[in-house]
């Protein structure tokens, strides 16, 4: 079965610096890799994903996310953080057999500070 | 907006009863899966629907139950209702593309 990890629960960073949410995967075969972001009382919204070609990755909004294979790690970077990028933030992965399904990490509570 | 839609947006209701929740996919989006993100359990997969057949199961209890319909809306049924059921319900859709997308979520609170 497939899993993910996010090691930190809240990454606090000030608005301008580099911001990375850090994500490792579990999965048997290649993974599919995504990161969707939750603003309060919000849905998910999509940011990126990896499938396959480079390993860096560009989403929306800025951020940009790193496959590492040999780390079996998928961080999500944004080269300077705004205040606006407070939210929570998911990593995910998602089961390439029948169903489909995806499986979040815990999330990572993100606090950009002016 | 995602272009996935879910009514209501909030409901209230007492243990022991039973609710529906509706969800409508993208336009040409064939699979509905459904979520429910609580604070102990976080986001966990229920159940994927692919033009109107159950695909999978997931973290799904018995006493919850799901169908698509022709027009490939889908509604969550959830009955004989505790406290521990209060969460957010989101459902998702996707095509052929790899992404799902989310609708807006129901927050489902049970007293």
């Known amino acids: 079965a497939q899993s993910v990890a996010q090691p930190e629960d809240q990454v606090n960073v000030a608005e301008g610096n580099p911001l990375t949410v850090k994500c490792t995967y579990s999965?048997?075969?290649?993974?599919?890799l995504f990161w969707y972001v939750q603003y309060p009382n919000r849905g998910l919204q999509f940011l990126l994903k990896?499938?396959?070609?480079?390993?860096l990755v560009k989403g929306s909004y800025g951020f940009e996310a790193e496959f590492n294979k040999s780390q079996t790690s998928f961080h999500l970077k944004k080269p300077s953080a705004l205040v606006s990028d407070s939210a929570l933030y998911f990593c995910?992965?998602?089961?390439?057999?029948?169903?489909?399904?995806?499986?979040f990490g815990a999330g990572t509570t993100v606090t950009v500070r002016a | 907006d995602s272009g996935v839609t879910q009514t209501p947006k909030h409901l209230i209701t007492a243990t022991g009863q039973r609710v529906t929740l509706r969800c409508s996919p993208r336009?040409?989006?064939?699979?509905v899966y459904w979520y429910q993100q609580s604070l102990d359990q976080g986001l966990q997969f229920l159940i994927q629907?692919?033009?109107?057949?159950?695909?999978a199961k997931g973290n799904i209890l018995e006493r919850f139950s799901a169908q698509q319909f022709p027009d490939l809306h889908s509604e969550l049924n959830l009955s004989s209702l505790e406290l521990g059921d209060s969460a957010l319900y989101f459902c998702?859709?996707?095509?052929?593309?790899?992404?799902?997308?989310f609708g807006p979520g129901t927050r489902l609170t049970v007293t």
């Open positions: 995910a992965v998602r089961d390439n057999s029948n169903d489909y399904k995806l499986s």
């Open positions: 999965v048997s075969g290649n993974p599919y």
């Open positions: 990896y499938i396959t070609g480079d390993n």
């Open positions: 336009s040409g989006d064939l699979s």
């Open positions: 629907y692919y033009n109107g057949e159950e695909r």
């Open positions: 998702a859709s996707n095509g052929s593309h790899y992404e799902q997308y």
